[in-house]
């Protein structure tokens, strides 16, 4: 086996596999130690020159829409109070809408419960008169039936006095022209 020696240290194969990991992750350790110092003086470096930009350009504008957000604020209230007054007054007008339907509502049926009594009343006249005319026919038949009826007894008497005269006349034919 090889053996390393080294300042009167001799170190063997299987010591060797151990001490070059070791040696290697110290080397490796030393030198990501390096890099950050490295890093950290650079950026020591960096943020002691560090001049901070100019940014009145953006409080400028960030005054510029201060105001105009404002502007815009007292345009919304103003709109507010705009809207809220046309909104009282649609309200309002809603209101006199419904009590103007609810009257009309109450015209109307006022006016069809006089029309319904109206008709009602109108109907009982109509049935009268029907009982009415109906009476005058009756009375009107009854007493064209009397007429008719007298009529029969005339013209049966007419008829019996007739035969009784041509009876005569047949039984006595000379009788008959004197009277």
């Known amino acids: 086996m090889a053996e390393i020696e080294y300042g009167g240290l001799k ?25 950050f110092y490295k890093d950290y003086t650079d950026m020591k470096e960096k943020i002691q020159t560090y001049v901070a930009p100019d940014l009145s350009g953006f409080d400028k ?35 006199n809408l419904k009590s103007d339907v609810h009257d009309v509502k109450m015209e109307l049926k006022d006016d069809i419960t006089k029309f319904f009594k109206n ?12 009982g009415i005319v109906r009476g005058i026919i009756n009375s009107f038949e009854i007493r064209i039936d009397n007429k008719i009826d007298k009529l029969d007894d005339k013209i049966d008497k007419l008829e019996e006095n007739l035969d009784l005269k041509i009876k005569k006349a047949l039984e006595n034919p000379l009788s008959a022209m004197n009277k």
């Open 11 to 35: 170190v063997g194969g299987s010591k060797l596999l151990l001490v070059i990991p070791l040696v290697t992750t110290l080397g490796g350790a030393l030198w990501g130690g390096f890099e």
């Open 61 to 95: 504008r960030i005054a510029l829409i201060d105001g105009e957000f404002s502007s815009l604020k007292k345009e919304d209230v103003a709109m507010q109070e705009v809207i809220r007054t046309e909104v009282n007054s649609l309200k309002e007008s809603n209101g």
């Open 119 to 130: 008709l009602d009343k109108q109907e009982e006249r109509n049935r009268n008169n029907v």
